[in-house]
């Protein structure tokens, strides 16, 4: 009882610290983000003492709870939800009612956790694929894969481009009512990561006969090759996302080794071999103007360690892609996120596909935070995150 007690107060006075951590200033209801930033931190922070006690692993916990918000197929008088299997993953597909005289649209949806936690069944992702295929008339289909640390890079990137590939055929896509010339694939995060390299993959793979009109990525992570860019320098102690926090959990993509994840907080991590590919990230040229600020450009110490040579992969780190592969690439839409550690990793994206002479669109989100579109249904209410979906389904109802 005592030592409830004890813990209680503990947890409390950790949260009352952390809910005085000042907030951007131009941020929209101050309060609220402050109080989902302040109970990240508070639960990270007793994870971290659990999972020093030898108790339970930290990802394991946050797993847990976020499974308290996962919800089931459930159909309305207009869409049909059903979960289902695509060549081994689980998917969960939204089928618009009413009749069609034409075939419509597709969006393929891969949602964020840094690989480590989410899901199609989470309330925000469920509530915006059944938004987009109602307000679009569009057949969408949300796809699961298995997480990290139990299954590494490139089981959950395989798992995604299986079920890809499965719907991609023209068997599949005709029963479903799909027209093969429209179909945009989208995700959030780190599933920005896996939509942008199956974007990748499938623009130059002969074997995928039927190509993307769009790729959408929304606040993506899409390197881990420098992990000092401005954005991880200006907003290191969050909100929502600290930096620590972040190369913690997305270190698990690749190894539970807690050296990697050292090396990748110290900003070491990339192996001596990857030298030629730090132009391809270099903020000092590809960054817009206005966002370098004062920082001064120092390029990442490269480390002796060959263990990783998964960390030069473009599969990995989808910016590390030539620019012969980034050619093929479909009309894309990024948004970004100002308070954010990855904001630089779409605007760098963003400036290697329009000096390819791409068709980017590019929404920037000035009192955004990162994780934005889970912040959409109760508890968890940020007018913000209402206007990132607004934002991303005009996008799509425009270009698709
Ligand atoms: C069904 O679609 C109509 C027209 O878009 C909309 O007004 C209605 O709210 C939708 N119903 C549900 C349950 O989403
Ligand atoms: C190389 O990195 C691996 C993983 O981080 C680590 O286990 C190993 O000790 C390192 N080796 C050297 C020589 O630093
Ligand atoms: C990065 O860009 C700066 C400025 O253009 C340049 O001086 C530096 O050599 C570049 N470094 C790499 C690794 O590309
Ligand atoms: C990158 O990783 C993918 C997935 O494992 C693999 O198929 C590919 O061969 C790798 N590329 C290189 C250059 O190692």
């Given amino acids: 009882m005592a ?3 004890l813990c209680f107060g503990l947890i409390c006075i950790i949260f009352a610290y952390y809910i005085y951590a000042p907030m951007p200033e131009n941020i929209e209801e101050p309060w609220k983000v402050g109080l989902i930033d302040a109970a990240i931190k508070t639960t990270s922070f007793v994870c971290m003492l659990t999972e020093y006690m030898g108790l339970i692993r930290k990802d394991q916990v946050f797993a847990t709870l976020v499974k308290v918000d996962y919800t089931s197929p459930v159909s309305d008088s207009n869409i049909t939800v059903t979960d289902t299997i695509f ?5 969960r597909l939204y089928l ?3 009749k069609s005289d ?22 925000c992702y469920d509530y915006l694929n059944r938004w987009t295929a109602n307000t679009l008339d569009a057949v969408v289909v949300a796809v699961d894969y298995r997480l990290s640390p139990e299954y590494q890079f490139p089981v959950p990137l395989e ?4 079920a890809v590939k499965f719907f991609l055929q023209d068997e599949i896509l005709a029963a479903y009512g799909v027209d093969p010339t429209r179909i945009c694939i989208s995700g959030d995060s780190s599933g920005g990561t896996l939509a942008a390299t199956i974007t990748h993959l499938v623009q130059n793979d002969a074997e995928f006969k039927n190509k ?3 790729q959408a990525l929304l606040y993506p992570v899409l390197q881990i090759v420098d992990l000092l860019l401005p954005s991880y320098q200006e907003h290191q102690h969050g909100p929502i996302l600290p930096r620590k926090m972040g190369i913690e959990m997305g270190s698990l993509y690749i190894s539970k080794d807690k050296a990697l994840t050292q090396a990748m907080i110290l900003n070491n991590h990339m192996p001596l071999e990857s030298r030629h590919l730090l132009t391809l990230v270099n903020w000092s040229t590809l960054l817009p103007e206005n966002y370098k600020k004062n920082h001064l450009y120092t390029e990442p110490v490269l480390s002796s360690n060959s263990s990783y040579p998964q960390l030069l992969n473009s599969s990995l780190s989808p910016l590390l892609a030539s620019d012969s592969q980034l050619q093929n690439v479909p009309l894309t839409y990024v948004l970004t996120c100002e308070h954010d550690i990855l904001r630089d990793d779409g605007l760098i994206y963003i400036t290697r596909l329009r000096n390819l002479g791409l068709k980017v669109s590019h929404d920037h989100i000035e009192d955004g935070v990162h994780g934005a579109l889970s ?3 109760f508890p968890f209410y940020l007018r913000m ?13 425009e270009n698709l």
């Avoid at 034409?102 to 309330?123: M, T």
């Fill in 87 to 91: 060549s081994g993953s689980p998917v």
């Fill in 96 to 98: 618009p009612k009413r």
């Fill in 3 to 5: 030592c409830k007690a």
């Fill in 102 to 123: 034409s075939r419509r649209p597709a969006v393929i949806y891969i949602h964020g956790g840094a690989f480590v936690l989410g899901s199609f069944k989470l309330k």
């Fill in 385 to 397: 995150g209402m206007k990132v979906k607004e934002k991303y389904i005009r996008w799509l109802k």
């Fill in 375 to 377: 912040f959409t249904r």
């Fill in 212 to 214: 993307f009109k769009a």
């Fill in 159 to 162: 798992d995604v481009i299986s």
